[in-house]
């Protein structure tokens, strides 16, 4: 019952609940409601004042919502103050038969009394700014040809890639600090040449570049690659009436696999893959066969994430899964084609090539491409920022669900590595030492400088030995000196620990 309605928020008695206290000027990171939990009210989240009282908060913007398979339904907020949303501040309220079973994320208490509501610069101002800071020679809107793609791409004739710049409270990328709040612009930069897709925090009062947010995730910032040779496989194609593609619209809303080879970097001119019997025995000069390896893998990808969790593609809502294979990655800027990468939208496969006395085959594994696709799923749900501990978290789940794949896919001969195809793996989730990764949480090998945005592709063994764990079991001594020895709960049930943790919590 309300007992007060005070501003924003309606404070409420209820019994001393599980609360984990948040940092200074914010609100509890968590709170769990073991008896008498609170019915839910849409459109707001729970907090405590300095009293220890409950007390509901109505600045609540509610981002998405997702029922689980045990029936619970979760609802993520976004704080927003002065209407204006404030960046990486957001709770997650989980609710069983209509009450408050917990909630946890970050949510603002102390709001500094400087900071601005209006903007002193312009939306083209700041576009400007981050154009500068970006500094690419071309950009995605300035290409009509882009331009056509993205309208085709997402069937809307309003479709852009022109950044729309959209007011934010933004105090970095690591965490939410009330004293470091500035009023910024948040735009989405997508350059053509050299690429990247970031996201561009600008100061509204100068101008000031503030962050960035990598958007395009890649599977290795070394620059190795993985290839796959997956054997005779089942895939399902569509036929034109004279030949049959590389397409399908029976999972979701469509997987789709086209050729870049003679696109360029323009994704607009990428053509099918086609065979005229629909058995697709490509074997050529321009490795074809390696487009049905990403083909098949990506179909595997989608039964998984459905049969498993009863997930529709990366949004749950059937989100078209379109291929790009045999792309020039030194047109978009890149040092050589032994890479692949999500961004955002798509998948890019480059064709490998040389490193050292190593030669690497296209990128269109099946562990490759569960993990791409995973970086959707996680951009979709926890949203896990690409940088830091929560970039190695990020590229972690990635490569815990490209693993599950794997083995849901292949059975008994899949494996720990990632990269074992190609003659040299590059991470080992059985063993994340042998690749120079920590095991534990500031253990060996871990990173704290600022290349590979934090080291994501360095610190996320800790996560990738976390799960092993958790599905093989084992014992030993961590990097840190800590005995252990651990049951193993097989990997389904680890995998469903994984998926429920990113995607709910």
């Known amino acids: 019952m309300c007992l007060l309605i005070t501003g924003l928020f309606c404070v409420y008695e209820l019994p001393a609940q ?52 045990l029936g619970m339904e979760h609802y993520r907020y976004q704080q927003t103050y002065n209407g204006i949303p404030v960046e990486n501040a957001t709770y997650v309220v989980h609710v069983a038969n209509g009450a408050i079973s917990s909630q946890n994320g970050k949510w603002i208490k102390d709001f500094p009394s400087s900071l601005l509501s209006s903007p002193s610069i312009s939306k083209t101002s700041a576009l400007s700014k981050a154009m500068t800071f970006v500094g690419a020679r071309e950009y995605k809107w300035q290409v009509p040809a882009e331009e056509a793609f993205i309208k085709k791409e997402q069937n809307n004739p309003r ?84 030949t049959y593609r590389l397409r399908e619209t029976g999972r979701g809303n469509g997987i789709n696999t086209y050729d870049m080879r003679l696109a360029g970097t323009n994704y607009n001119a990428a053509v099918d893959f086609t065979d005229a019997d629909n058995t697709w025995n490509n074997v050529n000069a321009n490795k074809d066969q390696y487009a049905t390896d990403g083909h098949w893998g990506t179909e595997k990808t989608w039964d998984y994430y459905f049969t498993k969790f009863n997930r529709n593609s990366v949004d749950n809502a059937g989100f078209a899964l379109n291929s790009y294979v045999h792309t020039n990655l030194i047109a978009f800027g890149y040092g050589n084609n032994i890479n692949a990468f999500w961004d955002g939208s798509r998948m890019t496969y480059g064709d490998g090539g040389t ?22 799923v996680t951009e979709r749900t926890s949203n896990l920022n690409y940088s830091n501990q929560s ?58 400088g600022t290349a590979d945005n934090g080291g994501v592709h360095t610190n996320s063994g800790v996560l990738n030995f976390w799960f092993y764990l958790l599905s093989q079991g084992g014992s030993g001594t961590n990097d840190i000196g800590n005995a252990y020895s651990v049951t193993g709960l097989g990997i389904d049930k680890a995998a469903a620990i994984a998926y429920r943790t990113n995607t709910f919590y």
């Open 159 to 242: 479709a852009t890639f022109y950044p729309k710049a959209e007011l934010v409270y933004y105090s970095g990328e690591e965490d939410v600090i009330p004293a470091e709040l500035r009023l910024a612009y948040k735009l989405d930069i997508y350059a053509q040449y050299p690429l990247s897709r970031q996201i561009v925090f600008v100061d509204a009062a100068n101008g000031k570049i503030l962050g960035k947010r990598e958007l395009i995730h890649t599977t290795n910032a070394t620059g190795t690659a993985i290839t796959a040779y997956s054997g005779t496989q089942t895939i399902t194609t569509d036929f034109t009436g004279s």
């Open 391 to 448: 970039g190695a978290m990020n590229e972690g789940f990635s490569d815990i669900f490209g693993t599950a794949i794997e083995f849901y896919a292949k059975g008994a001969s899949g494996n720990w590595n990632i990269g074992e195809n190609i003659g040299a793996a590059f991470r080992n989730m059985s063993n994340p030492n042998q690749f120079s990764q920590p095991d534990t949480y500031l253990g060996t090998f871990w990173y704290t």
């Open 355 to 376: 490193s050292g006395s190593v030669t690497y085959t296209p990128l269109t594994a099946l562990d490759v491409c569960g993990h791409e696709i995973t970086h959707g």
């Open 18 to 69: 599980d609360i984990m206290k948040g940092a200074p000027g914010m609100y509890p990171e968590q709170m769990v409601f073991k008896t008498n939990p609170p019915a839910f009210r849409k459109g707001s989240v729970l907090v405590t004042d300095a009293a220890g009282n409950m007390a509901v908060s109505s600045n609540a913007l509610l981002n998405r919502t997702e029922r689980d398979n």
